[in-house]
């Protein structure tokens, strides 16, 4: 399996196919991922078309057990971060 695309590699990318430099990729990367940090952590949701959708979700109060020593303890309520993968996206990946 290959390894995932670093930051640079995909500024690099993104910079060839706008045609643009690698600062001005580089700024809209960044933009891009204080945009939806700033939204997912308020507790709303991003739309990446032909990616995918990136939402907060709420977890409740719940029993976990601690898988070394088998000790079970309540877990406080909680949100975590998901992400629902485009049906074109997952197409692609199938043929």
């Known amino acids: 399996m290959a390894k ?4 640079t590699q995909l500024v690099a990318a993104l910079a060839e196919e706008m045609g643009t430099d690698k600062k001005t ?8 991922t ?8 308020g507790g709303g949701a991003v739309t990446l078309p032909g990616v995918g959708k990136i939402y907060c979700r709420e977890r409740p109060e719940r029993m976990v057990r601690n898988p ?4 079970q303890f309540k877990k ?20």
């Open 4 to 7: 995932p695309m670093t930051k």
């Open 25 to 32: 990729a580089g700024g809209a990367l960044d933009a891009i």
């Open 34 to 41: 204080g945009i939806i940090t700033k939204e997912v952590s």
């Open 68 to 71: 070394a020593t088998g000790e």
């Open 76 to 95: 406080e309520a909680d949100k975590v971060v998901k992400m629902t993968i485009a049906k074109a996206l997952k197409d692609s990946v199938n043929g």
